[in-house]
């Protein structure tokens, strides 16, 4: 019997959760995504000492201000750590947008430009990136833009039904809904334990992946976010899987049978949701989860960022 990972990938695209080169060249996923926790991480080993030190000179030699050095030498780091990743995979490798431009249209569309320029710059073309974008209204808008630009867009930080349809109704390339996150307010909210059939997260990405296959959405549903494997088998043919290697490791050395639970015709009806601002914005209102998430996971994000940015600044005092 072959291993529950490699079951995996014969339904679903596996995905690395992680900047951990050696990691990535061990388990080989077709995709790779990072956000500023993972770089930041990233950025504090060994491998990446001499990619740091390049960063740090090259922004010495910049004319910008210091404040506007240490931002650009940040952006730079986030991409070279995006670019040695890009070596190891066939596929796409996702870099986010700044957390704190979460709310701002048109800064959150001139930092892709930026990205793509950078990534363009080291001979990567934009066909092997995704541009991460916060699923906030303005987050949504933007990789509205930007999808007609042909930069293909990653929609993170999603736990509702509200921002599913908003992304695909602008017509983004992928989703990233979370549920170990989803999983993790819930237990705290009612104090109960669940399997991985009742798992809120599991309960939320299977109803994201029936809507889109129900209605033709070519949006691809990527779940990310895990707790455990048990979730991951339970969503075991969604188009893809953003897993940590930690749990990469834990379905390789399990050989027990993965069924396929997820099917494109294995759906059940629901009704096309029409969705505008007012709609999308009340119906956050009305989720408290999905609210508190969103807030709490930008809020993280922003603080791993500003950690970079005070790590860039004492390198280049």
Same mark, same amino acid.
Do not use: H
């Given at each position: 019997m072959t291993s529950k990972l490699d079951q995996l990938?014969?339904?679903?695209?596996?995905?690395?959760?992680?900047? /951990?080169?050696?990691?990535?060249?061990?388990?080989?996923?077709?995709?790779?995504?990072?956000?500023?926790?993972?770089?930041?991480?990233?950025?504090?080993?060994?491998?990446?000492?001499?990619?740091?030190?390049e960063a740090v000179a090259w922004g010495k030699a910049s004319n910008l201000s210091h404040d506007k050095a240490v931002s650009a030498v940040a952006d730079r780091l986030a991409v070279s750590v995006g670019a040695e990743l890009t070596k190891l995979v066939p596929g796409r490798v996702s870099t986010e947008v700044d957390a704190d431009l979460s709310f701002d249209f048109d800064a959150s569309i001139a930092k892709a430009h930026q990205i793509i320029a950078d990534y363009k710059a080291r001979g990567i073309d934009r066909e092997r990136i995704l541009i991460k974008l916060a699923s906030t209204?303005?987050?949504?808008?933007?990789?509205?833009?930007?999808?007609?630009?042909?930069?293909?867009?990653?929609?993170?930080?999603?736990?509702s039904s509200a921002q599913a349809v908003a992304c695909a109704d602008a017509g983004v390339f992928l989703i990233s809904p979370f549920v170990g996150r989803i999983l993790d307010w819930y237990k705290k909210a009612t104090g109960?334990?669940?399997?991985?059939?009742?798992?809120?997260?599991? *309960?939320?990405?299977?109803?994201?992946?029936n809507y889109y296959k129900v209605h033709g959405i070519k949006t691809v549903v990527m779940g990310a976010s895990f707790r455990n494997t048990?979730?991951?088998?339970?969503?075991?043919?969604? /188009?893809?899987?953003?897993?940590?290697?930690?749990?990469? /490791?834990?379905?390789?050395?399990?050989?027990?049978?993965?069924?396929? *639970?997820?099917?494109?015709? $294995?759906?059940s009806p629901v009704e096309r949701v029409a969705?505008?601002?007012?709609?999308?914005?009340?119906?956050?209102?009305?989720?408290?989860?999905?609210?508190? $998430?969103?807030?709490?996971?930008?809020?993280?994000?922003?603080?791993?960022l500003g950690k970079l940015r005070e790590m860039v600044a004492q390198k280049m005092a």
């Open positions: 990938r014969a339904m679903t695209t596996v995905v690395a959760d992680t900047g /951990d080169i050696e990691a990535v060249a061990r388990l080989k996923p077709i995709d790779c995504t990072t956000n500023p926790t993972i770089v930041l991480k990233a950025l504090g080993t060994d491998m990446f000492k001499d990619v740091f030190a209204w303005e987050g949504i808008r933007a990789a509205e833009v930007l999808e007609k630009e042909g930069i293909n867009c990653n929609l993170t930080l999603l736990f109960e334990n669940y399997t991985s059939e009742t798992d809120p997260g599991v *309960v939320s990405v299977r109803s994201i992946y048990g979730e991951i088998e339970a969503l075991a043919g969604c /188009d893809r899987l953003t897993i940590s290697p930690q749990l990469m /490791d834990e379905l390789a050395a399990d050989n027990g049978s993965l069924p396929r *639970v997820l099917s494109p015709e $294995k759906t969705m505008d601002e007012k709609t999308f914005r009340w119906m956050m209102n009305e989720d408290a989860m999905a609210t508190e $998430k969103l807030s709490e996971g930008i809020r993280a994000f922003a603080k791993d």
